[in-house]
């Protein structure tokens, strides 16, 4: 064997060693913030379960983990069709800010909601799998992604996956979705140069793995500062509780199902 060789299979060997004990870490992170609660997974959808579109008729969806805009670069395990679903205590809390926005010509545009389990396991999947990069131009381009266990982007539980958790954004109302044609640009650049999206400016696009999306973080323009306080100012009002590294990311203080992560797939209730 070569000596480039050898250098290329210890290379191969050292990044498989950095994901999996990136994996190991998120784990035990998991298992100490969980200790003495029972997690417990479910596979039925409780009755409580609400489509937010019947519920928030104006309201946009964008659910970028049914389509192939994420940073897998595919439709995530789970996702049976593009719906928003949510417990009915964060419906109803959803909706006060709803009727805030709209007098202001704004609505609310979901990016994911209520996220099974297997999603989550999906996300872990490909986070160990070094070599599919597909999507790093845009989501992840300045993270090498055997970091992003250590860095805390990927883990293995997600507050979504409890029902009263949802990304979101705030859009003009009757404002059109862009498609996405699949050309990819970094998502903390300024927003001329993001890929297109109907959302005003939040300093990043959506998913952005990068201290950028960090609600607090000062290096970007006022008017995304402002947008940033609106939107919190609204969901806090409204009783959620927002994420310290995203801005898009809030979960409903009161939630009804803290302790369960649910794994039923992503379809339309039907009324």
């Not at 290329?8 to 004990?21: P, T, Y």
């Not at 650049?189 to 005003?200: C, F, G, I, T, Y």
Request: net charge neutral.
């Amino acid at each position: 064997m070569s000596k480039a060789t050898k250098l290329k299979v210890r290379q191969m060997i050292g990044e498989r060693l950095i994901v999996a004990v990136g994996m190991m870490m998120c784990m035990l992170a998991s298992a100490s913030a969980g200790a003495g609660q029972d997690f417990k997974v479910e596979r039925r959808r409780p009755d409580n379960f609400v489509d937010v579109a019947r519920a928030i008729p104006k309201m946009q969806f964008d659910i970028r983990y049914y389509s192939a805009h994420n940073f897998v670069g595919r439709r995530v395990h789970g996702y049976e069709q593009a719906a928003c679903l949510l417990t009915g205590p964060a419906v109803a809390a959803l909706k006060k800010v709803e009727d805030q926005l709209l007098p202001m010509g704004l609505t609310l545009k979901a990016y994911d909601c209520y996220r099974p389990q297997s999603a989550v396991d999906d996300f872990v999947s490909w986070a160990a799998d070094t070599q599919d990069n597909r999507m790093q131009a845009e989501f992840y381009p300045s993270v090498r992604k055997d970091r992003l266990f250590e860095q805390g982007y990927i883990a293995a539980h997600s507050g979504h996956s409890r029902g009263s958790t949802i990304d979101l954004t705030l859009v003009p109302v009757n404002s059109v979705i862009p498609g996405f044609d699949g050309r990819l640009a970094d998502c903390a650049a300024p927003q001329e140069k993001r890929v297109p999206d109907n959302s005003l400016d939040f300093g990043t696009g959506f998913d952005c793995f990068s201290p950028a999306s960090h609600p607090d973080y000062q290096a970007i323009s006022a008017q995304a500062k402002a947008n940033r306080r609106l939107l919190q100012s609204l969901m806090g009002s409204a009783g959620f509780v927002p994420l310290e590294t995203e801005w898009w990311h809030f979960t409903l203080k009161n939630e009804p199902y803290p302790d369960t992560y649910f794994d039923f797939p992503v379809r339309p209730v039907s009324p």
